[in-house]
């Protein structure tokens, strides 16, 4: 069993930044790839960002490309999301779901497709 963990939402100004952390318990971590998922007050949960499990793969959903940046410390069993430039429509619920062994971006822009999923963390982007 794997538990998820989101902290690093908050508020913060257009234009600013903040970084997500999830933190992973278990022993499977290199074994996951990892994503983070957004949903809006009366919106579907949509995909925002994925990494591989072995790291070599990144994607991200069009409306954040070159803004937000998905990385992954197998040592700390931590995937993170750096967010820049940050508009007001970024405001969400920023949820962290995990994949064993999932790959390529359709399998993993597909909310479906994550076994394990974190409680969430609000964002709220003020204009």
């Known amino acids: 069993q794997v538990q998820l963990v989101e902290s690093g939402g908050g508020l913060v100004q257009a234009g600013g930044s903040l970084r997500l952390s999830c933190a992973a318990s278990?022993?499977?971590?290199?074994?996951?790839?990892m994503g983070w998922f957004r949903q809006a007050p009366g919106k579907e949960r949509e995909f925002v960002a994925a990494?591989?499990?072995?790291?070599?793969?990144?994607y991200y959903a069009d409306s954040v490309k070159g803004r937000f940046t998905i990385s992954r410390d197998n040592a700390k069993s931590t995937v993170y999301l750096q967010m820049n430039s940050l508009k007001p429509e970024d405001t969400a619920v920023y949820y962290c779901?995990?994949?064993?062994w999932g790959t390529g971006s359709s399998v993993l822009a597909t909310r479906e497709n994550y076994d394990y999923w974190g409680q969430g963390t609000q964002v709220t982007v003020s204009s």
């Open positions: 990494i591989s499990w072995s790291g070599g793969g990144t």
């Open positions: 278990g022993r499977i971590f290199n074994k996951l790839s």
């Open positions: 779901a995990a994949d064993l």
